[in-house]
Nanobody, 129 residues
Framework: QAQFVESGGGSVQPGGSLRLSCAASGFTTEHYAIGWFRQAPGKEREGVSCISGRGISSNYSDSVKGRFTVSRDNAKNTVYLQMNSLKPEDTAVYYC??????????????????????WGRGTQVTVTE
């Protein structure tokens, strides 16, 4: 069964850093763009970042641009999200998924959440004093 397992979350103070990992099992990720999403309590799920299948291109939401960096190691079937300068508003459960349901599956171009599958259970990130 194809799925992702997210890890690396935790509780940090504002200004701190975390590195999230997104490990795939049951399928090979290298052909697909991988997206990171988050959902805070009482809020809609939002896209955070996306990285293309070959890792050549990536994009970020305005709220994390300049603070978060996405990367991938296709040999390990794993995608990472380095989060620096964390803010309380970054508190959320973070998920990753693969852009399988799109003809543009290798890229992040015009990606929407409905393009993505194999959602993991997420990892909690809490930023608080």
């Amino acid at each position: 069964q194809a799925q992702f397992v997210e890890s690396g979350g935790g509780s940090v103070q504002p200004g701190g850093s975390l590195r999230l990992s997104c490990a795939a099992s049951g399928f090979t990720t290298e052909h697909y763009a991988i997206g990171w999403f988050r959902q805070a309590p009482g809020k809609e799920r939002e896209g955070v970042s996306c990285i293309s299948g070959r890792g050549i291109s990536s994009n970020y939401s305005d709220s994390v641009k300049g603070r978060f960096t996405v990367s991938r190691d296709n040999a390990k079937n794993t995608v990472y999200l380095q989060m620096n300068s964390l803010k309380p508003e970054d508190t959320a459960v973070y998920y990753c998924a693969a852009r399988v349901l799109s003809v543009l599956y290798r890229t992040c171009d015009n990606a929407v959440a409905d393009d993505f599958v194999y959602w993991g259970r997420g990892t909690q990130v809490t930023v608080t004093e």
